[in-house]
């Protein structure tokens, strides 16, 4: 507890951030744009309550946009709902990025009633709306390890998401190509399986009490074909 006093007087925040949310954008080579957000309660991580999101605005790498539409969505679910704002924002990212962010917290109304940073990752400098110069926290102090955590915990919660969706693309791809296998068996066997490596695996009568016998011949023939003899 006494680390978020420690923060809110080292940061010189409006209240102590007893309730932190922070986001991150991944598109790895540019594909499959996500973004996620990631709750902390009381300087610990409230699992249940993170949140992930498919970005639909852009449709090229393009963070300060991407981050953009997940702020403005999620604050305005949140004000939709009646709920609790969070003390403290976070945005995994240097000074576009929280600009994007602050933008979508003026039109929301809302600018004035929360703290918002940004963390930029190089030199992980610290940013706040309208001043241009950052600040840099002891590389070893207790308020820039919680910092890090939580960008770090947004980080890995985006990338997985992200992975899963690449997953989900090339199963589909797959898929695709097989004669028999029509729309709602390729989504049977993508919420169920995940991948082709783990259909390779999986028990035949398994496979036929999700997909029926025909479909599971069908499925189990173009593997054959196409997996790799040694």
């Known amino acids: 507890m006494s680390i978020l006093i420690d923060l809110k007087n080292k940061l010189n925040l409006k209240r102590v951030p ?132 939580i960008r770090n915990e947004a980080h890995r919660f985006a990338i997985n998401y992200h992975k899963q969706l690449r997953s989900n693309t090339f199963l589909k791809s797959e898929l695709e190509q097989i004669d028999g296998i029509g729309e709602m068996t390729r989504i049977k066997l993508i919420k169920k399986f995940k991948s082709i490596e783990n259909i390779k695996n999986i028990n035949k009568d398994k496979l036929i009490e999700v997909i029926g016998k025909k479909r599971t011949n069908s499925l189990l023939k173009y593997i054959e074909i196409n997996t790799p003899k040694d």
């Open 18 to 149: 007893f309730y932190i949310e922070c986001f991150d954008i991944s598109n790895i080579q540019g594909s499959n744009t996500v973004a996620s957000m990631v709750l902390f309660r009381d300087g610990y991580p409230s699992k249940k309550e993170y949140r992930r999101y498919k970005i639909r605005s852009v449709d090229k790498p393009d963070d300060f946009e991407s981050m953009r539409e997940v702020v403005e969505r999620r604050y305005s679910r949140l004000i939709k709902e009646k709920m609790k704002l969070p003390d403290l924002i976070i945005i995994d990212g240097g000074k576009g990025q929280l600009s994007a962010s602050c933008e979508v917290l003026k039109k929301l109304n809302i600018y004035n009633k929360i703290n918002i940073i940004g963390i930029a990752k190089k030199l992980e400098e610290i940013y706040f709306p309208n001043d241009s110069v950052p600040i840099l926290l002891g590389k070893k102090s207790e308020q820039l390890k919680l910092i890090q955590n």
